[in-house]
């Protein structure tokens, strides 16, 4: 297959909330255009998007899919996105490769927290944008209530181009509203040739292709000239061309509808895509690529059990073939190109090339990762930052066979490499393996597939919340070391004085020795003895930071002396001393922002009070509100579970680490009990 013509080509990211029809859209466009000879249910998991064994199993997107579909001569690059928003990084990587987005919207539920946050992300984008209220079969779905909402939350230019005709359990077809043509429902077969609009909603039909062209001719000067001079009639053509032009501009926003899994509506949709969303040649990449004749960006990289790991990309300049050889400028790297594919869901065949704009695959490259760049030549260029979100939910990990460490771990970085907001890191202080994702449901898939592709299973605990200790006072110890067993000794004595530092420092070591009463030899273990004990507090034995330490005095024995005595005097003299300079337990604040539908801000402030939590403001938008507090860490291990219970799944979260702070006295006699209980269990 030789490459396309950037010209005829559409990259479209279908995105939405979960559960909005995406996958069902996108297979009725592969139907209707023919890509496929039959119209795949995702409940049955027979579409070509949702392959993967995880996504059939639990009828939802996981990972982003990439398809293709030709329609009157153009190629358009369809990529199924995940709505759910623990799978959201793939989201968020494919609106950086497309020129449009096509917006899934319930016909029921109308606009949902993530369908607004993908508009955010494609307004920042610059994104043209096509909506397609779905599901308008179904009880309560009213496809004016969503229009309207959309107008109201989305923008007031997102304008009706098809209507409904009859509703619920009683829709019949839709109305083309720019061709002034009906299609009838085609009951899952492809849509048939236009018919004539029922008179009976003639009516309705004249009012919303009149708000359709006063919408269309305020974009254009001159349209709108000869529209007033001529009564509001102008032709077809002429209205379909501003109109393409003003959604390409994003100008216009074109709200089409229909039932995806009957194959309703999707004609017209076709059109407008092709119509609406502006190819390659039109619209430049916004990703820099420093002049380079070729080059491509890879988004998303696949694990196939087959041809082993498949990276995929768009290309922003120039052609390659199969024989072409990149330059990946992050480690500086030549990558030969080997066998290029073009992708079908999980079918992929070979191409001969693939030109500007256009959106393939390739296998086995040696040493490129998700966002990087594949150049022509070596440059010194920065790849584009993809703003995948931070993890906010972890969970300690340990394979529940001994001897498995190692394919856990390699495991994991596989899963990692499909998916980069799955982090698998080891916490120094706690010592534990830490497995970080989006949610509970992010980290439950990776195990699964931990399990099925690498024959691994592991373990989930609450990992432990990493507390501090420090002091709240000075105070003056001795540490003296005396052994004698026969043959040469060990002596060390010194004298520190133990003092709180300011919020913010960790350490300091101060040698105020005179006279030599310890030489200068011995001074550093003594310096390395305290760090040593300062590892295990002695209240949680967590680590203990904010001290200054001062060696002010001692003495040594010219033969008995070593720098081990020292380093034990050390130790010796910091535990005295630390247990009479008032410590306190110290524990983790995060930065929490929440956003939630408004129906829900009192419960979810109710719940972040009762974990300690202190609010610092809130931000309405759009029949959501942002929630921004203080937390504990230690009271949001489970944060994840409840606010998907108080929102029904519509709210979510992120947060980052702050600052320690002391904590309250009664909370901190649990704690320090709890790991008193565990040491002595660790004795036994």
């Known amino acids: 297959m030789p490459a396309v013509e950037p010209g005829k080509i559409r990259n479209v990211a279908v995105v939405g909330h979960r559960g909005t029809g995406k996958t069902s859209l996108v297979e009725a466009l592969l139907y209707q255009g023919a890509a496929t ?16 064994e995880d996504e059939q199993r639990r009828s939802m997107s996981i990972s982003a899919s990439v398809c293709h579909v030709d329609w009157h001569g153009r190629k358009i690059n369809l990529i199924d996105t995940p709505g759910e928003p623990s799978f959201q990084g793939d989201a968020i990587a494919s609106l950086m490769v497309v020129e449009g987005a096509l917006f899934a919207v319930s016909g029921v539920m109308g606009v949902e927290v993530q369908t607004s946050r993908f508009w955010d992300r494609a307004e920042r984008l610059g994104l043209s944008r096509v909506l397609f209220v779905n599901m308008l079969d179904r009880e309560r779905a009213d496809f004016f209530r969503a229009l309207s909402q959309l107008q109201e939350l989305l923008s007031p230019r997102c304008v009706a181009v098809s209507l409904p005709i009859g509703e619920e359990h009683e829709l019949t077809g839709i109305v083309d509203v720019l061709h002034m043509k009906a299609y009838m429902d085609p009951e899952g077969a492809r ?24 919408a269309v001719v305020e974009t254009d000067e001159a349209l709108m000239e000869r529209y007033l001079e001529e009564g509001g009639e102008l032709g077809e053509e002429e209205v379909a061309k501003a109109l393409k032009d003003a959604v390409t501009r994003g100008e216009i926003f074109p709200v089409s509808c229909g039932v995806a899994s009957k194959n309703l509506g999707v004609a017209a949709l076709l059109d407008l895509l092709v119509e609406g969303i502006p190819s390659p040649a039109r619209k430049e990449s916004a990703i820099a690529t420093d002049g380079a004749t070729t080059a491509a960006f890879v988004f998303k990289t696949l694990a196939d059990p087959f041809a082993g790991r498949i990276n995929v990309f768009r290309m922003l300049s120039g052609t390659i073939t199969p024989d072409s050889n990149l330059v990946n400028p992050r480690v500086h790297a030549k990558e030969r190109m080997g066998a290029i594919m073009l992708l079908q869901g999980k079918d992929h065949t070979a191409a001969d090339a693939f030109g500007p704009g256009d959106i393939g695959a390739v296998a086995k490259l040696k040493d490129v990762e998700t966002g990087d760049l594949l150049l022509d030549s070596d440059r010194a260029i ?5 703003d995948f979100p931070e993890p906010v939910m972890s969970f300690a990990i340990s394979p529940k066979a001994k001897g498995d460490e190692d394919k856990v771990a390699s495991g994991l970085r596989r899963l990692h490499e499909e998916d980069p907001t799955l982090i698998l890191r080891r916490d120094p202080q706690t010592g534990e393996q830490l497995l970080s994702g989006l949610s509970q449901m992010h980290v439950e898939v990776a195990v699964d597939r931990l399990k099925r592709r690498f024959g691994v299973e592991v373990e989930l605990r609450q990992p432990r919340v990493p507390y501090l200790e420090t002091i709240r006072r000075e105070s003056r110890a001795q540490g003296r070391y005396k052994k004698q067993t026969g043959g040469r000794g060990q002596f060390g004595d010194c004298h520190i004085v133990l003092e709180p530092l300011d919020a913010g420092q960790e350490y300091e070591f101060v040698d105020q020795i005179v006279g030599g009463v310890i030489p200068q030899s011995f001074r550093p273990a003594v310096d390395k003895g305290i760090q040593e004990a300062m590892q295990h507090g002695e209240l949680a034995g967590a680590p203990v930071k904010g001290v200054r330490v001062r060696l002010v005095d001692g ?19 910091f535990k005295s001393a630390y247990e009479k300079a008032d410590p306190v337990l110290l524990e983790p604040i995060m930065e929490v922002e929440a956003t939630v539908p408004d129906d829900t801000v009192g419960a979810v402030n109710g719940d972040l009070n009762s974990r300690r939590g202190r609010l610092h403001g809130m931000e309405p938008r759009g029949g959501m509100t942002t929630i921004r507090a203080e937390v504990p860490m230690a009271e949001m291990l489970t944060y994840s579970q409840a606010l998907t219970s108080m929102t029904g799944g519509r709210g979510d979260y992120h947060m980052h680490f702050a600052r320690y702070e002391e904590v309250p006295a009664h909370i901190a006699q649990k704690v320090i009990a709890a790991a008193k209980e565990e040491r002595e269990v660790a004795k036994v």
Request: glycine share 6%; no cysteine; charged share 25%.
């Open 191 to 214: 849509e048939g040739a236009p018919e004539e609009i029922p008179a009976e909603l003639a009516d309705q039909v004249a009012e919303y292709r009149e708000k359709l062209l006063d």
């Open 555 to 573: 003495s040594y024995h010219t033969v008995d002396s070593s720098e081990m005595a020292f380093k034990i005097a050390g130790s010796l003299a």
């Open 382 to 386: 920065a790849p584009p930052q993809i």
């Open 37 to 52: 000879n039959r119209l795949g249910v995702v409940e049955q998991g027979t579409t070509v998007s949702d392959w993967d």
